[in-house]
């Protein structure tokens, strides 16, 4: 599996940013695909997880509300749409995928990962 991430840029805090994550290679459509970001200076932290069939999310809390994510197995994509963004959010954001299935929203059990692209948001 081959993770492109893409949507990054540079919005003014209360703006919003929609990430796309496209995946190819050997399918993914059950795979649990996740969010991550890295501040710099800081380690890479979850930011949100969607399971294989889309019905079942996980948010951290510095972002529930505000963030959500989806996925189009037709597209092999998913997106993590971010509202609200605030200057902390600024980081640079990864996908990756669980080949498991299972959600467990950690860095430990992704599998494959994205290049990641750059967020920054100002105030």
């Not at 649990?32 to 997880?49: S, T």
């Not at 902390?88 to 959600?103: H, W």
Request: glycine share 12%.
């Amino acid at each position: 599996v081959q993770l492109q991430a893409s949507g990054g840029g540079l919005v003014q805090a209360g703006g919003s940013l929609r990430l796309s994550c496209a995946a190819s290679g050997r399918t993914f459509s059950s795979y649990v695909m996740g969010w991550f970001r890295q501040a710099p200076g800081k380690e890479r932290e979850f930011v949100g997880a969607i399971n294989w069939s889309g019905s079942i999310t996980d948010y951290a809390d510095s972002v529930k509300g505000r963030f959500t994510i989806s996925r189009d197995k037709a597209k092999n994509t998913v997106y993590l749409q971010m509202n609200s963004l605030k200057p902390e959010d600024t980081a640079v954001y990864y996908c990756a995928a669980d080949r498991s299935g299972i959600l467990r929203s950690s860095l430990a059990t992704m599998d494959y990962w994205g290049q990641g692209t750059q967020v920054t948001v100002s105030s």
